[in-house]
């Protein structure tokens, strides 16, 4: 066993020898390096329901130290800058504009500030205005863009509540917003830091066995809970988006959603309630659903959940009771959700496992069950009277599975198909394509008894997307298309128009920079017209050389990884470089997808903020992606054998890359975050593979998450040479 060498710096008086930590400043990287940190990332899309239009947001790519070094706290799963009200690791745009689809011209919005922090951008339904938060040194505001003159006009000042999320929800007349806004009652918050304790906090056990996971970020103690209850406080108002008039709609509570039935009619509010709870997050706290009508009466509760401190053990239990309540997309005002008939136990032997049920208004009927599911209920996709399609899947097999249905005729069976291994990327179908309905609502694109599917096309060869038809009578697909093998990659990023064909693509190249295009697939020989046009803000890396490698485990399983080079790296000369590996493992339940290609080697080189594509500019062979599956097939699980399976996948790498001669396998280095930190230090602790290694940001004592991690549903008690073997703070010195 390869020792590793821990420098640890002891605040004691005891070590007299340890001398004064040195005063530095913030370091800045080589040149070449920073010119790739600081060059602008590709602008996010956002399209319209008609894919007519699309507003462009353009990220920063780092937060700035001022930004980070602003108060944050964290309650009950959630970080909150308190001051401005919002999500304190929200990912700002900067810079927002809008894209004309049909010419490619991008256009400045008049009116929005030309630098600002923009996060929550919401279409209306009918696609004529856009919505989106602005967040200053004081709070969160609130702008509309109009599309037609894109005039933006700030509707609300900065006092909008984004600590639960999105603070605001289109109603469906299109021009009436319903908004999170800071009660007019706040109180201060108790300074945590400073106060003293009024009495001892006390945890009082029921008797009721449990098995939670070990969460971050909970409430410790009362100041906590008052802290959290006035910050996820707020007062809902109505405002008009073109004028910006406002009115009181609710009064205060702890609101978490808000929306609007397809009709406009009612409005479904979901409220968190007391009594919180010291060992789960915010979602498990008791809330309320209420319907209303559109002027603020109270028109029937429709759910009650009590605390869920107490769930069965496995992945797939869950609680009991109502879970994923909603409107129908598909009809005027129809409430529906799912009830586990299992009692949410998944050790618990039963033939269905969740049920779908469904609420007409006015919501004081009986509920009428839909349709039931073999395993876990995993969404519904709804098209009309007559058909819908329900998803299952179940963990311990890695199991998913689709249902055709009619809502109609809930005696009928539902047909079950496409079932699968969910881990078989080679043989996943692709998602149901949806289009636009009369309310404005995402449902099933049926035209004559067939429906599309768009997938990522994951094969051997790489990504190949593809278009494909499914029958519903017969539930067999067809192609409708499918990418052509190229030294580009095409991605599907939106159907546009699926009864034409039209869609909107992302293609891009090993050394093209991503841009937008449309094609019709239907039109045979057609080429795709662009329609953007960014340039490449990563010359730097124009030089470095990029191939996706295949080899092979010991035991026979099919790996890869992607190899970059420096620049002007001579393969003939073959000089032995340094590595750098950087991997993250995954679990499998199955040999034969472990080692599948779910990446392109024409994917365009985008250096990430935490990625090792940097050091191929400072003379490393860099490895990325590099595939550590570790599988537990039948009723092994993948941890039993984590550690030799772990060596296996690194070793299996490095005599890949020394095989092709390009480096010195005794200068390897291996990196990864979280998880993949973990992998890194039992890495470096049971194998002699590495010279260094970088974990960043992760947890390497096992018996502080004794409730199950990452993908392990055992508990410690359960199996305690699992988790010991596991944790390198168990096994090296």
């Known amino acids: 066993m390869k020792k590793i060498v821990l420098s640890l710096l002891f605040l004691s008086l005891s070590f007299s020898s340890i001398k004064a930590q040195e005063s530095l400043t913030y370091q800045q990287p080589t040149k070449e390096i920073l010119q790739l940190a600081t060059a602008p990332l590709p602008p996010a899309t956002s399209v319209d329901g008609k894919g007519e239009n699309a507003f462009l947001s353009y990220k920063s790519r780092y937060k700035s130290i001022a930004e980070l070094s602003e108060t944050e706290l964290r309650l009950a799963g959630l970080r909150i800058n308190p001051v401005t009200n919002i999500n304190s690791r929200e990912n700002f745009s900067d810079k927002v504009t809008f894209l004309d689809l049909k010419t490619g011209q991008e256009k400045t919005i008049s009116g929005l500030p030309q630098s600002g922090k923009f996060s929550n951008q919401s279409w209306n339904n009918n696609d004529s205005k856009f919505a989106l938060t602005n967040t200053t040194d004081k709070g969160v505001e609130l702008w509309i863009v109009d599309v037609k003159s894109l005039q933006a006009t700030k509707v609300y000042e900065d006092q909008l509540n984004a600590n639960l999320g999105r ?47 070990t969460y971050q970020d909970l409430l410790k103690n009362k100041n906590d809970e008052f802290n959290f209850e006035q910050l996820v406080r707020s007062e ?28 406009g009619k009612f409005v479904l509010v979901n409220q968190i309630k007391a009594p919180f709870s010291y060992i789960v997050t915010y979602g498990s706290f008791p809330a309320s659903a209420d319907v209303y009508d559109v002027s603020g009466q109270l028109v029937q509760n429709v759910n009650k959940k009590e605390l869920q401190e107490v769930v069965p053990k496995g992945f797939s239990s869950t609680v009991t009771g109502k879970r994923g309540l909603y409107w129908r997309a598909d009809k005027p005002s129809t409430l529906y959700w799912v009830e586990a008939l299992d009692g949410g136990d998944a050790n618990k032997p039963a033939e269905f496992r ?79 394509v ?4 009369e309310f404005g ?3 099933l694109a049926i035209n004559k008894d067939k429906i599309m599917l768009q997938g990522d096309g994951a094969s051997p060869e790489g990504i190949l997307p593809f278009i494909d038809e499914l029958d519903l009578k017969t539930l067999k697909t067809s192609r409708l298309w499918r990418a052509q093998k190229s030294d ?98 995954r679990e499998f339940k199955d040999a034969s997808t472990a080692g599948q290609v779910t990446t392109s080697e024409n994917q365009f080189v985008t250096p990430s903020y935490g ?15 590099a595939a550590f599956p570790i599988i537990g097939e039948g009723k092994q699980e993948p941890n039993d054998t984590y550690v030799p399976q772990l060596v296996a996948n690194a070793k299996a790498a490095i005599d890949a890359v020394d095989k092709l001669g390009y480096i010195d396998r005794t200068r390897v280095a291996v990196g990864g975050h979280s998880y993949g930190a973990f992998m890194t230090a039992n890495l470096l602790t049971h194998s002699n593979l590495f010279a260094a290694g970088i974990a960043r940001s992760g947890a390497y004592n096992r018996t502080l998450t004794p409730f199950g991690f990452q993908s392990e549903q055992r508990s410690y008690w359960e199996a305690p040479d699992v988790y010991n073997t596991m944790a390198p703070f168990q096994n090296e010195d």
Do not use: C
């Open 167 to 213: 603070p605001f929800a289109w109603m469906s007349d299109n021009k009436t917003l319903v908004v999170k806004v800071l009660p007019s009652d706040r109180k201060p918050l108790i300074n945590t830091a400073k106060a003293l304790p009024v009495g001892p906090t006390v945890s009082v056990s029921d008797g009721k066995e449990a098995q939670n996971r």
């Open 236 to 263: 809902l108002y109505k405002v008009d988006a073109t004028s910006g008039a406002k009115s009181k709609w609710l009064n205060a509570a702890m609101y978490t959603s808000i929306s609007n039935s397809p009709d």
């Open 354 to 432: 969740d049920a779908l049920y469904q609420l007409d208004a006015p919501f004081t009927g009986q509920k009428q069950e839909l349709v039931k599911v073999k395993d876990r209920f995993d969404g519904v996709v709804w098209g009309n009277d007559n058909v819908a399609l329900v998803a299952d899947s179940w963990y311990n097999t890695r199991n998913t599975s689709s249902y055709l249905f009619n809502p109609s005729n809930p005696q009928q069976e539902a047909k079950r198909f496409f079932s699968r291994n969910e881990q078989d990327a080679y043989n996943n179908p692709g998602d149901f």
């Open 434 to 437: 949806r289009d636009v309905n």
């Open 441 to 443: 609502w995402n449902v």
């Open 488 to 585: 580009k990659l095409e991605q599907i990023t939106n159907v546009i128009d699926p009864k034409k064909g039209i869609v909107l693509e992302r293609i891009q190249s090993k050394t093209e920079y991503p841009n937008l295009f449309v094609r019709n697939i239907f039109q045979k020989g057609g080429k795709a017209k662009q329609i953007t046009f960014n340039k490449n803000p990563f010359e730097a890396l124009n030089g470095v050389t990029k191939e996706l490698i295949k080899y092979k485990r010991e035991d026979g399983v099919e790996l890869s990884g992607t190899l970059y080079l420096p620049p002007n790296y001579d393969k003939k000369k073959k000089e032995k470089l340094p590595m750098l590996m950087w991997a993250y493992p």
């Open 611 to 625: 990625g090792p594509i940097f050091w191929a500019l400072k003379g490393y062979a860099i490895l990325d992606d």
